[in-house]
């Protein structure tokens, strides 16, 4: 399974995503069975690292990632390339509309559909709460697993 999470910048939710994601992934020794990466709908931040406070975030809760993570934005071709394109508010879903501009194989969805809670992951850059960002994404991406995707 090759999952894309998507937020707005790349440098606080996705990425956060990505590496609860792939630690979940990895206590599960499921490593093998995906691939998982982060991107924005925005171009804004590109080529920034994760937003410090979003690192102290994952530290604190003992979540792996890699300093070298810079933010991308998504493209036409990661489409193609990934099986879900999951994104962290109903804003990302009506922007990436404008990259993806349809979506024919049912790869698009926000994280907390998953959860049966279909509401919007808020966005720590603007709240300052990451500690709920990061519960919402913890309790997403274990709802994922738990759908054996």
């Not at 792996?64 to 036409?76: G, I, L």
């Not at 969805?109 to 509401?119: A, D, E, V």
């Not at 500690?131 to 054996?148: H, K, N, P």
Request: charged fraction near 25%; proline fraction near 5%.
């Amino acid at each position: 399974m090759r999952i894309l999470f998507v937020c707005h910048g790349n440098i606080c939710r996705s990425p956060m995503a990505e590496f609860v994601m792939k630690a979940l992934v990895r206590s599960r020794g499921l490593e093998n069975d995906y691939f998982i990466e982060s991107a924005a709908v925005s171009d804004e931040e590109t080529g920034n690292p994760i937003y410090p406070p979003a690192k102290r975030c994952l530290t604190q809760h003992g979540v792996p990632f890699d300093n070298s993570k810079r933010a991308r934005k998504v493209t036409s071709k990661d489409y193609d390339r990934f099986d879900r394109i999951i994104c962290m508010d109903a804003s990302n879903l009506r922007l990436i509309k404008h990259i993806i501009p349809s979506d024919p194989e049912g790869k698009i969805h926000l994280l907390m559909s998953y959860t049966g809670k279909g509401r919007n992951v808020a966005d720590p850059w603007y709240t300052g709460d990451f500690e709920t960002t990061f519960q919402d994404i913890l309790e997403g991406c274990e709802a994922m697993l738990a759908a054996r995707l």
